[in-house]
Structure formats: C-alpha cells, structure tokens
C-alpha cells in the first residue's frame, strides 16, 4: 500500500522514478565507449591467458594449463548439470573440436605444442566469455547420484590396474603384448608426438616409422593421447622410445577405465533423475562387472586402441542425446562435437551414430526447428569435417564393403551374456510401463535397433560373400554390447522397486550391493576362451578362463618377449638402417620383433619383414633367410648360443650381407 492507494502491475515509467535511480540515457552509437573498452578488456584478458599458458610451460606446468582449460570449458555451459556432467561434457566438446583443430595446426610451426594449444583454448574461452558477458555455468559439489557412479569406476580402476602398479615395464608391456594391434597404435602415436600432427599429413616424415597401409588409418584417439602426453610431460617431443611407450601404456589403461565411465555415466542418465543413487548402483554395478570380465575386456587386452576411445564417444553421444541439455544450442554443439570425435577416433561406428542422432532430431524436432540456422550451420560443419578427414588421408575406398571381408585377430564374443544383457534390459523397461512413453526410451530404442541393424547387416553380407563371420561382426557385436550396457539404466527403476521397501538405511545399501555384486560374481566366474577366432580354431593356453580374471589377477603378462624388446631398445635405440631381428628360438620371437621395430622406430621399413618372423625359429631358417635378402640388412639379437656363433660365423663369411650379431645377455648387462 501506498498514500495513493495499492500499486498496480503496470510497468514504471521514468515519471515514477526518482531522478537518481535514472540510468543515463547512452550517449553515441552502440560500438561507442563502452564497447571499446569492453574490447580493450578482453585483449588484456587474451594477453593475459597467453602469457598464463607461456609461464605454466616454463615452469613444466602445463598440466595446470589442461585442468584450467577443462575448467573453464565446463563453466561455459549455461545448464550441463553436476560437476560429474560438466566434466563429461567438456571432456566430449573438448575431444572433437582437439581433432578438427589438430588439421590445421599440423601445418602451423607451433604444431601441437602445449604452450599453444593452452593459449588458443583459453583465448577461446576468453572470447566465449566476452560474448556471453562471462562464464554462465557453476561447478557444483558432486550429488549423491555422481557417487553412485564414480564408486563403481573406481573399484574398476582399481582391480584393472592393481597389478601393473610399481610394475617394470616388462610386466606391463607384457600384459598387453599379445595383442600386436597395440604395436601399430603406439607406433601412430609416438610419430604424431614427433612429427607435430596426423601422420597422413606428415607422410614423409612418418614414413620411417609407419607403415604405408597405416598412414591413412583414423588416427583421431591417437591424437587425443599425443596432446594429452604433451600438457603432462611439458614437451613437445616424445623423448625416448622407451619412455615414450611407458606413457602410451597408462593411456591406454585410461582409454578402457574413460570407456567404463562413459558406459554408467551414460546408463545413469538413462535412468533419469528420478532414480535414487542407492538404486542406481546395482545398474553400475552391472556395467562395470561386464565391462571387466565380459567379452569387451579382450578390446583391450587386443589394443583396440581407436576401437575403445570411439565407443566411450558413442556411449556419451548416447547419454546426451536420451537427456538432452537445457540449452538447445549447446546441445547441437556437443552433439556434433562428438560425432566428429567418433568419426576421427574409429568411422565404422558411423551407421549407429547416425540412426542415433536422427531418433534424436526426429523426437525433439520442433526444439532444433527454433534454431534451424544455428542446427544446419553446424552439421554442414560436422560434415564437412569428417569428409574433409577422409579426403586428407587419402583413403575413400575405406567407406567401401570390402572392408567388411577382411579378417584380422579378434576374440569371438560370448552370445550367452550378451543375451542375458538384453533380456535384462527388456524386463527393466517392461517392469516401468510408462517408462517406453518417454522421449529417453524411444532415442535409446532408436539407438540399440541401429546397433543389432548394423551387426545383422555386417554378419549377412560376410556370410553371404565367404560362408561365416569376420572380424567386424565381432566389432560390430562391440558395439551393441555397449549401447545394451547404457540401455541397462532402464532397469534401475526396477531396482528401486525391489529395494525402496526395505526400511533400514544399512538394510537399503547392503540390498543395492548385492544386487549389484551377483552380476559382476557370475561374469567373473565363468571360464571361456576369448583367443576362439571367428573364423578359425587357435588357442592359447593362457586363455583357459576368463581373462578379466586373469588379468585382475596378475596372470596374463607375458615378460619374456616384452622384456627383450625393451633391452634391445634400450641398448640399440637406433637401428642405424639395419633391420632388427630377435632369435631366442622361442614362439613369441616375432612379438618382441614386432615391438622393438616401433621402439626403434623402424616400422615402416621393416614392415614387409613381419611374415616371415612368424616362421624363423632356428639358425637355419635364420641363414636361409637373411641370404634370400640381401638387399636389406640386418641385426639380429639372440641369446641363443647355437645361433649366436653360426650367424657370426655367416657374417664373416658373407661380408657383402653387412650382418650384425648382438648377444641379448651382454645387452642386458650394459
């Protein structure tokens, strides 16, 4: 009330105002004084990140340079959530616009620096700033439900990593030795370090180190890791060969631990914000019990390195896309920015990806339809960016069907979880009725139909052309393993049926355990064979039960070969244009040659070598096969006496071969 009655709704005019609360009327156009000084702030601000940046890499800082740009990142979005989510979601905007920026820093002489890629990232968040008129978002405390997801993720991480803790390089190059493909990817990153970008747009430079079939291969989770070596170590060279793989080995524990967040971030925003955490655990549970001891472990025990950064992208592609972020346009932003992340780290996931972002559009159709313009300049962007890759590397026909007939290792898939997974995920769902009937449910349905689509396709056409299944069914069952993982968040309604009537707190977290152990308990247990083929029958001893298992167990090393690759390279770091060969007469002689070529950096010259050390064992094939050869030459290292003083006696006697012999023993003595 006031002496003049009560106030109305009316807007106050001027006339109502005392003359001091008045704001001036501006004087001069728009672009006038304060504009200028807003510019003049954000150039100090630029300067300021700069020199920031220059400082933090003097000082051997430069991780603090990542952390503050992940930071900011996260504080620039208006409405990502947590703090769990703002990491995520900064983590995938960072990830694909890393590799759409790496094509053309390549060419720039700063090339992939740290000092320069912290700069150019905190310019552009300074510049986001200056626009929006400062950072929008807030880092919150972590919510119970980020809890609920992280608690399982560290339990992972720490039975996947426990014994390779302190362990010497043997042990842990050994762990994963088996799977050679882990050979060619240390090989692209270690030459993306030293030449300061992607490989095919370095192919001189890398054609030393890389084989000519390698240069075009996606190279987009080798890029990431290569940047992220760089903030950590302060430099923008790999140093030594050794030192070099001892660091692309803990990426690539973290490459498989970042798949098994992204898998139960993406279930648990499945599940909605409903969902206690207590009951979202046994969900999590699930996921991280499957992601270790079922069949997608071998993905890393193989190398799949690419393989493995490309489906944590499509799991957090997945988990955007069922809960969609508040603000439309950052939400096309990070879409596109991981379909350009999956598309560099490893394109055949492409299809699902693409099934996925349409369910995604066709739902929320009338929301995009507000930004048409702002929707269809950043897909035509996107686009342009993945073809643009393809088109640099030179390799269109990896977009044919041909690819999908050849046949390369790989661990056949157990049908009896997967199947196990699905019927869960389809109780889950059923057990929540009006659950289906949400936007959530129909793009996860969208996305899990493009996934078994996509793995019916791949087994049909190999069937059709050579009589069974190949390497990418298995691949392709990959993926529908992890897209039925992040589908498992719909039976955490479930879960919080079958617990919410127990009254205790204790009673309530002991419920949540247990139903989240008994899955992990049956995955663990059971006893299989992941080195069976798709197309044929090899075995491997050491394969006789669940190598999850094995490897929480400390049982799947192999140091031998490991341990003579790491000596020879330590000793002989280069090769001098000699090819190495290392004969100890044992079977897994061309695995430790295979590794000491990519740590003598000597890959691309040796690489049509690989065959025949599948048949060297003794000294005559040995001799047979170095005098069928003499227009390249050789340096073989044995620590077998028979071989050493034949092949010396050879040397002697064939001058022209210019043969070196080296005794493995003495190598390891200096």
């Known amino acids: 009330m006031t002496m003049n009655g009560p106030v109305t709704n009316r807007q106050l005019t001027a006339a109502d105002t005392p003359a001091a609360a008045v704001p001036p009327a501006p004087s001069g156009p728009w672009w006038g004084h304060d504009l200028g000084r807003r510019i003049t702030a954000t150039a100090a601000k630029v300067a300021g990140v700069w020199l920031l940046a220059l400082l933090a890499h003097l000082a051997h800082a430069d991780a603090l340079t990542l952390l503050l740009v ?4 996260g504080a620039s979005l208006r409405g990502a959530g947590s703090l769990l989510d703002r990491l995520m979601l900064s983590v995938a905007l960072l990830a694909g616009l890393t590799c759409v920026a790496a094509l053309g820093l390549s060419f720039t002489p700063g090339h992939l620096r740290p000092q320069v890629l912290g700069g150019c990232a905190l310019t552009g968040l300074v510049l986001v700033a200056a626009v929006r008129g400062g950072l929008p978002g807030r880092w ?42 882990l050979a060619r990817h240390f090989a692209m990153f270690d030459t993306i370090r030293r030449v300061g970008g992607y490989v095919f747009l370095h192919r001189a430079a890398a054609a030393g180190s890389i084989a000519p079939s390698d240069l075009a291969y996606p190279q987009g989770a080798h890029l990431l890791a290569a940047v992220v070596d760089g903030f950590l170590s302060s430099s923008s060279s790999p140093g030594a060969p050794v030192t070099s793989m001892s660091h692309f080995l803990y990426y690539d524990q973290f490459n498989y631990l970042f798949l098994v967040l992204a898998v139960i971030w993406a279930a648990r925003r499945l599940a909605g914000p409903g969902v206690r955490a207590v009951a979202f655990l046994p ?32 799991a957090l592609l997945v988990g955007v896309l069922v809960r969609p972020l508040p603000d439309t346009r950052e939400q096309v932003l990070i879409v596109a920015a991981l379909v350009v992340a999956v598309a560099y780290c490893y394109y055949i996931l492409l299809p699902v990806v693409a099934v996925a972002v349409l369910g995604y559009a066709w739902v929320y159709r009338r929301r995009l339809a507000r930004h048409r313009v702002l929707v269809g300049a950043v897909t035509v962007a996107g686009a342009l960016a993945c073809l643009v890759l393809r088109v640099a590397a030179g390799h269109e026909q990896a977009l044919s069907l041909g690819v999908l007939l050849q046949d390369f290792g790989v661990a056949r898939v157990q049908r009896g979880p997967l199947l196990g997974l699905a019927a869960l995920v389809a109780v889950g769902g059923a057990a929540t009725r009006s659950w289906w ?12 139909t493009g996934a078994a689509a996509l793995t019916l396709g791949v087994g049909l056409y190999e069937v059709g052309e050579v009589g069974h299944t190949l390497y990418f069914f298995e691949k392709s069952l990959h993926t529908l393993i992890v897209l039925m993982l992040v589908a498992s968040g719909a039976a955490a309604g479930l879960a919080q049926r079958l617990i919410i009537g127990l009254r205790s707190r204790v009673a309530l977290a002991a419920g949540a355990l247990l139903l989240g152990l008994v899955p992990s308990a049956m995955l663990g247990g059971l006893d299989w064979d992941p080195q069976q083929q798709a197309d044929a029958q090899f075995h491997d001893p050491a394969y006789g039960t669940s190598p999850g298992r094995l490897l929480v167990g400390g049982q799947l090393a192999v140091t031998q070969p490991a341990m003579a690759a790491v000596t020879v390279a330590n000793a002989i770091p280069d090769a001098g244009g000699k090819i190495t060969l290392i004969a100890t007469d044992q079977q897994t002689d061309n695995l430790a040659t295979f590794y000491t070529w990519m740590l003598q950096r000597q890959y691309g010259a040796a690489w049509q070598v690989y065959p025949k050390t599948f048949t060297m064992h003794g000294f005559y094939q040995y001799e047979e096969y170095l005098i069928s050869d003499p227009g390249r030459h050789y340096r073989v290292v044995t620590s077998d006496p028979t071989i050493l003083i034949e092949l010396e006696s050879l040397a002697i006697l064939r001058p022209d071969l210019q043969l070196e012999v080296d005794d493995l023993h003495n190598l390891r003595r200096q």
């Open 70 to 73: 992940v930071a900011g990142t």
């Open 140 to 181: 919150r405390r972590p919510r119970l439900i980020d809890l609920a997801v992280l608690l399982p993720v560290a339990a992972v991480a720490y039975l996947f990593t426990r014994p390779t803790l302190g362990a010497g390089m043997a042990v842990r190059l050994g762990t994963v030795i088996r799977g050679e493909d």
């Open 283 to 314: 969900v999590a549970g699930l996921c991280a019990g499957y992601l270790l001891f079922g069949s997608l472990i071998t993905a890393y025990t193989y190398g799949f390195f690419p393989e493995i950064a490309g489906l944590a992208f499509l």
């Open 437 to 448: 009937r949400s936007p959530a449910a129909r793009i996860m349905a969208v996305s899990a």
